[in-house]
């Protein structure tokens, strides 16, 4: 197709803005699907790992397309958490304009800021959707001022600040070019399209010249093998054609097959040209970022700028008393091929290999490397990972740390939660305003070592009712050491099935997080305890029997429920002393040394 006739745009906003809710609607008013086929009944339709669907976030880009009146629009669908900011950069360049959608309630958030900044350094055109103006606090007029005095903020050129604004309520595939009086009435989603076909431009690049192509994202097929996948800069790309990479120009390389996008699905075709996104099959040697090229102009084309990690973790195997039980691949070998197979796609990983069998891996925040743990776990590794830590970098002879800008909302009744907990690990207070008739915005500058733990603590001491978004704006001079914020664990003193008779003792001490029947190992953490000190305690102490009955003796053993920790919360909880087991089947957090006698000793010697 001739590039006059495409538009490739990206679609960019904060989390839960609603993106991939739109793009819902454009495909199925679109006709991308039959009347009868199932994903005319289904939601978020882009996000179809398990993992995007249980949490409710896009994690990784992917690519669709529409036609609409004789138009072929590739739609790049973007993660909006801040934790997958390298899916964004990596992505964006295939793109010619961007949708930035906002919440008409909550307005431009901090990776809003980010995304748009990302879209204008590289040139595109955006559209501004207020999105979820039906919501009961929606404030259409504050989100347009916020978002323009965003604009006029980072704006690198005058024509960037003067943008069209249209108006959504995306879970009704509605937009409107003004808010309407009456959201009841009737409408579609397809007068966006119209928008996007009139104010983005065709991609640029010439037919006419030499093949080139930087490598955006990979794939894999099970009968194709790798698929490479990216924006065709300049020239045509056929099947058998062949090309080289201009990073290892020495190797002749021949494509096997030429797809594109219809819909969510790639299908065949005989030749592609500039300014469309392929797929393309046949070449296994390549990396994100790498430049496909005709032999005849080897020079590379500018690789897509990611951001330095800030957070770092040891993983290793597991070494605990139930290492090999629950997993498939369990060894250091195997952990390693696994993760550079992850380093192929995931730009913002960095592993380090250390000397004693175990890796270091960088990730751009606790969520980045929690995904990719869930991820190894569901595909059958066990493995055990150490305390989250920050990334200290050496900049003008001193130490520096990460700073975030943290943006919480919370109902009124919690704003002493707010200042408590950010004014115990050193944040400072930028800005706190109302943003609805019962809800509060605080704004915070904090160290990112501060912030480990904390959504998931907020999330429970507000009930669940937090809305926290944190992003990197610097560094900073290391700060002095945070103290200690979490009580003392529980630690097994034996080896054995938990039973109820021990499990109650223990929650006279604290709270559990196993139940009777669970095996334990001694020196697993098995609770938190009530006081600043770990309690070693024996939960697989029975009840004696005796032929002496007291009025007590048959009185029932009555438990609380155990707190069960998920993966994030798991890593939230750990110390520096302590590590966390993860299995297909479970996750347990140990002490690193098991034994009390090996922990005195460590204690001594350190």
Do not use: W
């Amino acid at each position: 197709m001739a590039k006059e006739n495409i538009r490739n745009v990206a679609v960019i906003a904060h989390v839960d803005h609603g993106k991939t809710t739109l793009i819902d609607a454009l495909l199925k008013q679109t006709h991308v699907f039959r009347d009868n086929e199932k994903e005319m009944s289904e939601q978020c339709i882009l996000d179809s790992s398990d993992l995007e669907r249980e949490k409710g976030i896009t994690i990784l880009a992917k690519n669709c397309t529409v036609f609409y009146k004789g138009i072929k629009i590739n739609i790049i669908d973007t993660p909006g958490h801040a934790d997958f900011s390298g899916e964004v950069e990596r992505t964006l360049g295939m793109a010619d304009g961007a949708l930035l959608i906002i919440d008409a309630q909550e307005g431009p958030m901090p990776q809003t800021r980010f995304v748009l900044k990302k879209a204008l350094e590289l040139g595109l055109k955006i559209i501004v959707v207020i999105n979820k103006i039906d919501k009961q606090f929606a404030d259409v007029d504050r989100a347009i001022s916020k978002t323009s005095d965003l604009f006029l903020d980072i704006a690198t050129d005058e024509t960037q600040i003067d943008f069209p604004v249209l108006y959504a309520v995306g879970r009704a595939g509605a937009v409107y070019n003004e808010v309407p009086s009456d959201l009841n009435e009737p409408q579609n989603a397809l007068q966006l399209l119209d928008k996007i076909i009139d104010y983005v431009p065709a991609p640029k690049g010439e037919s006419s010249g030499l093949f080139k192509m930087v490598v955006s994202s990979l794939d894999h097929d099970i009968h194709l093998g790798q698929i490479i996948l990216g924006k065709i800069y300049s020239g045509t790309i056929s099947e058998g054609q062949e090309v080289i990479l201009a990073q290892k120009p020495e190797t002749k390389l021949k494509i096997e097959r030429v797809m594109v996008n219809s819909g969510l699905t790639r299908i065949k075709t005989e030749k592609a040209e500039a300014g469309d996104i392929v797929a393309l099959s046949g070449i296994q040697e390549v990396e994100i970022g790498m430049t496909l090229t005709d032999p005849k102009e080897p020079s590379p084309l500018p690789a897509p700028k990611i951001s330095e990690p800030t957070l770092h973790m040891s993983l290793g195997p597991n070494t605990s008393p139930f290492s090999g039980k629950e997993g498939q691949f369990c060894t250091a070998r195997q952990l390693e091929e696994r993760l550079n197979r992850e380093l192929k796609k995931n730009l913002s990983l960095r592993v380090e290999k250390m000397d004693n069998n175990k890796f270091k891996i960088s990730g751009r925040g606790e969520l980045h490397l929690a995904i990719l743990l869930e991820t190894m776990r569901r595909e059958g590794y066990e493995m055990e990972v150490g305390k989250p830590e920050v990334i200290v970098k050496n900049i003008d002879g001193a130490d520096s740390e990460p700073v975030e800008e943290v943006d919480i909302i919370v109902p009124e009744m919690h704003v002493g939660t707010i200042n408590r907990e950010l004014g115990a690990r050193g944040g400072s207070l930028i800005k706190m305003s109302p943003l609805t008739e019962t809800e509060m915005e605080f704004i915070y500058e904090i160290p990112t070592r501060a912030l480990i733990g904390l959504r998931s603590l907020l999330l429970t001491q507000t009930k669940g009712t937090v809305v926290f978004n944190s992003i990197v704006t610097g560094y900073a001079p290391l700060g002095k050491p945070l103290q200690k914020l979490r009580q003392g664990a529980l630690v097994s003193a034996e080896t054995g099935p938990a039973l109820s008779y021990g499990l109650e003792n223990a929650q006279g001490r604290g709270i559990t997080f196993v139940d009777p029947g669970i095996q334990v190992y001694e020196g697993m953490i098995i609770g938190l305890g009530a006081k600043e000190n770990d309690i070693d305690i024996n939960v697989c102490k029975g009840k004696h029997l005796t032929n002496i009955r007291a009025a007590s003796a048959d009185k029932m053993i009555q438990l609380a429920p155990s707190t069960i920790l998920s993966l994030e919360q798991s890593l939230d909880f750990l110390e520096n002393d302590e590590l966390l087991e993860i299995t297909p089947k479970s996750l347990r957090l140990r002490k690193k040394f098991l034994t009390d006698l090996d922990r005195r000793r460590a204690k001594r010697a350190g």
